[in-house]
């Protein structure tokens, strides 16, 4: 506390570069009473770092708000799409590009024969165009192949989607309740299609892979028995054969630590080791 009332007294200056998203590199300098020193990566702190074995620390704000350098990091997230929504959308540039040269070829016909319906009044109406005959017919065999694009097809495969998420949802053959346990309530809980533009890729997969344990399932670590000094505590089974629940010996470790002073030091070694040496973080439901 001392140190920190000393700190009113000084003149610190702290000389940072422009904000970027560079988060291995860092370029500044400090300025503590007309001494400087230069600043790197190993003095810059960013969100999320973990300081250990330190009593205290003294800090300065560098980057905040838009300028720190996670925002600068981050990204919208990129839009899902399936496989068949990836092929339509390719489909629907390749029939607009050969709906434009169908266009494109029907209006150099029309002008190259104009000459022969010229005469006829209700084909070849006489009215000056804004734009020259190639251009003006462009635009109107464009219009007439129009009928090309399919685009009802959006709103169909859209409204599949949305029934074949209901259908997800509702499904009793997909509904999880795990016995003898009391997860979401006791009540379990359905399938969720959390993008409806994805139910189509379900039909597709062939293989899963998974890295671990955990993943794809509920990984639940259960301490059940310990060994201490080549001895056991703890039961894998009860006396009917049923798996026990939770750890059992905690009766045999205390009475084994009153009667034996020589299994006493290890017992509380290996308590000491669980109780420090872990990275379980303490949350509330």
């Given at each position: 506390l001392q140190q920190i009332e000393t700190l009113k007294t000084k003149t610190v200056k702290v000389v940072a570069e422009e904000p970027n998203g560079n988060?291995?590199?860092?370029?500044?300098?400090l300025d503590y009473n007309g001494k400087k020193d230069s600043l790197s990566a190993t003095q810059l702190l960013?969100?999320?770092?973990?300081?250990?074995?330190?009593?205290?620390?003294i800090g300065i704000v560098v980057y905040c708000g838009?300028?720190?350098?996670?925002?600068?990091?981050?990204?919208?997230?990129?839009?899902?799409?399936?496989?068949?929504?990836?092929?339509?959308?390719?489909?629907?540039?390749?029939?607009?590009?050969a709906q434009?040269?169908?266009?494109?070829?029907?209006?150099?016909?029309?002008?190259?024969y104009k000459g022969y319906f010229h005469h006829l009044w209700y084909i070849f109406p006489h009215k000056n165009l804004w734009l020259p005959d190639i251009c003006a017919y462009w635009l109107t065999f464009f219009t007439l192949y129009s009928n090309?694009?399919?685009i009802s097809l959006y709103p169909t495969t859209e409204f599949c989607n949305a029934m074949q998420s209901y259908f997800i949802r509702n499904d009793k053959d997909l509904f999880y309740r795990e016995p003898d346990s009391d997860f979401n309530g006791g009540d379990g809980f359905p399938a969720r299609a959390?993008?409806?533009?994805?139910?189509?890729?379900?039909?597709?997969?062939?293989?899963?892979?998974?890295?671990?344990?955990?993943?794809?399932?509920?990984?639940?670590?259960?301490?059940?028995?310990?060994s201490i000094g080549g001895v056991k505590y703890g039961k894998m089974t009860?006396?009917?054969?049923?798996?026990?629940?939770g750890f059992t010996g905690k009766t045999d470790i205390q009475n084994a630590m009153k009667s034996?002073?020589?299994t006493k030091p290890g017992v509380e070694a290996l308590l000491e080791a669980l109780a420090v040496t872990h990275t379980v973080v303490l949350t509330e439901k």
């Open positions: 988060i291995h590199n860092f370029k500044g300098s960013l969100r999320g770092t973990v300081l250990r074995n330190t009593a205290f620390c838009g300028d720190t350098r996670m925002i600068l990091n981050s990204r919208p997230a990129p839009i899902k799409l399936s496989s068949l929504e990836f092929f339509t959308n390719n489909s629907m540039k390749l029939i607009l590009i434009g040269l169908l266009a494109l070829l029907s209006s150099l016909l029309h002008d190259q090309l694009m399919p959390r993008s409806s533009n994805l139910c189509t890729e379900l039909g597709q997969v062939k293989y899963i892979f998974s890295d671990k344990t955990g993943t794809l399932t509920q990984n639940v670590m259960e301490l059940k028995r310990l009860g006396d009917t054969g049923e798996p026990t629940q034996d002073a020589k």
